[in-house]
């Protein structure tokens, strides 16, 4: 076999390794994201898996905020940090004591 013919014969090869990296690239960050967020994170990470670009766009669409949330200082709900009246109880948060 010539160098030439190796090369033709890796070639696919390493095609395939940098197009799963691409893909990896994009499905494990979303994925870990998505599961920080309570969304699904298997379901997520193999639609970016396939996606890219497209699935990291409609997944910024779609992300919900974050679940590093606070709890109600009323109820203990868990609330996001942003919210400003509890949606459970109704309390009046002042978030500026829950930032840290
Ligand atoms: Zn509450």
């Known amino acids: 076999m010539t160098v030439q013919g190796a090369m033709a014969g890796i070639g696919p090869i390493i095609l395939t390794a940098i197009l799963l990296g691409i893909s990896l690239g994009f499905a494990i ?6 599961s920080r967020r309570g969304m ?15 699935g990291l766009i409609v997944f910024l669409l779609f992300a919900k905020p974050k679940t590093d949330d606070m709890a109600c200082s009323a109820c203990g709900q868990r609330i ?12 009046r948060e002042s978030i500026e004591l829950h930032y840290q």
């Open 40 to 54: 699904n994170a298997v379901g997520w990470g193999v639609f970016a898996f396939f996606t890219w670009f497209t």
């Open 80 to 91: 996001p940090r942003n919210h400003v009246y509890c949606p459970f109880c109704g309390h």
């Open 29 to 34: 960050p979303i994925g870990i994201s998505a």
